[in-house]
């Protein structure tokens, strides 16, 4: 499989599904354009809402992409890579459209992120999610204020510190899904309703709710040059190759 972002237009909802072949992780040329397709698709007045999914039936999203992180020798390239994550997320926030996400399995880093930053997100009982970037000796800096908005403050720090994974029926609990099926074929009926009654809604009423329910992160915009230069320089770190190649390691045992 290669990489890719496509979007198409169905019944006034547009959907973009994005893949790579690891676990659909995410180098810089997807993240930049999966930003730029939903702020794309974000100014068609004929569409209603914006639904964001993975290919494949297992993890939903890996995060970032270790090949690329590995990659990475200098500032100004790591600062570009997380700021990709940002740009995304920003997307998410400021496109003006009701933001879907549809989560298939395991996610993990920014994959979190993606989630946190939906608008409604669906998931099967299989989505367990884990903040894992401590694992490579880095944090969730860039994710962490659209998690925090989700499950708050301490239960964010406990996330990016244990890097354990929580269940599905957990993230429920803690808003950030909306909907847990027993199994992809259920979600994808219940998301087909919803999308549904979704494109019958009225157009200054959904971006009207779109607006208040992001009111007050305004700040997001400041902490971000911050948070970005905190990742950026940590994996830069002799100790976080190796952090990434151990993990690499194991992941090939397997």
């Given at each position: 499989?290669?990489e890719?972002?496509?979007s198409?237009i169905?019944?006034?909802?547009?959907?973009i599904?994005?893949?790579?072949?690891?676990?659909?992780?995410l180098?810089?040329?997807?993240?930049?354009?999966?930003?730029q397709?939903?702020l794309?698709?974000?100014?068609?007045?004929e569409v209603?809402?914006?639904?964001i999914?993975?290919?494949?039936?297992?993890?939903f999203?890996?995060?970032?992409?270790?090949?690329?992180?590995?990659?990475?020798?200098?500032?100004?390239t790591?600062?570009?890579f997380?700021?990709g994550?940002?740009?995304?997320?920003n997307?998410?926030?400021?496109?003006?459209?009701?933001?879907?996400?549809?989560?298939?399995?395991?996610t993990?880093?920014?994959g979190?992120?993606i989630?946190?930053g939906?608008?409604?997100?669906?998931?099967?009982?299989?989505?367990a999610?884990?903040?894992t970037?401590i694992?490579?000796?880095?944090?969730p800096f860039?994710?962490?204020?659209?998690?925090?908005?989700?499950?708050?403050k301490?239960?964010?720090s406990a996330?990016?510190?244990?890097?354990?994974?929580?269940?599905a029926?957990?993230?429920?609990?803690?808003n950030i899904?909306?909907?847990?099926?027993?199994?992809?074929?259920?979600?994808?009926?219940?998301l087909?309703?919803?999308l549904?009654k979704?494109?019958?809604?009225s157009?200054?009423?959904?971006a009207?709710?779109?607006k208040v329910s992001?009111?007050?992160?305004?700040?997001?915009?400041?902490?971000?040059?911050?948070?970005?230069?905190m990742s950026a320089?940590?994996?830069?770190?002799?100790?976080?190759?190796?952090n990434?190649?151990?993990?690499?390691?194991?992941?090939?045992?397997?």
């Amino acid at each position: 499989m290669n990489e890719f972002v496509i979007s198409e237009i169905k019944n006034n909802i547009a959907e973009i599904t994005f893949g790579t072949p690891k676990s659909n992780s995410l180098p810089g040329a997807i993240l930049e354009k999966l930003a730029q397709t939903i702020l794309e698709e974000g100014v068609k007045k004929e569409v209603k809402a914006i639904l964001i999914k993975s290919v494949g039936e297992k993890a939903f999203c890996a995060g970032a992409s270790f090949d690329e992180l590995l990659a990475i020798d200098e500032l100004e390239t790591s600062k570009k890579f997380f700021g990709g994550f940002a740009k995304v997320l920003n997307a998410m926030r400021n496109c003006g459209k009701i933001v879907v996400v549809r989560v298939q399995g395991k996610t993990t880093g920014g994959g979190v992120g993606i989630a946190c930053g939906a608008d409604y997100c669906f998931a099967t009982k299989d989505a367990a999610l884990a903040l894992t970037e401590i694992n490579l000796g880095i944090g969730p800096f860039v994710i962490g204020p659209y998690v925090e908005r989700k499950i708050g403050k301490s239960q964010f720090s406990a996330m990016a510190i244990d890097a354990e994974f929580r269940s599905a029926e957990w993230a429920e609990q803690h808003n950030i899904y909306h909907s847990v099926s027993e199994n992809i074929a259920e979600m994808d009926a219940k998301l087909g309703d919803f999308l549904q009654k979704l494109s019958t809604r009225s157009d200054e009423a959904l971006a009207l709710i779109k607006k208040v329910s992001w009111d007050g992160t305004d700040y997001f915009n400041i902490l971000m040059p911050d948070r970005i230069h905190m990742s950026a320089s940590l994996i830069l770190e002799d100790s976080a190759k190796k952090n990434i190649e151990a993990i690499k390691e194991r992941l090939r045992a397997k």
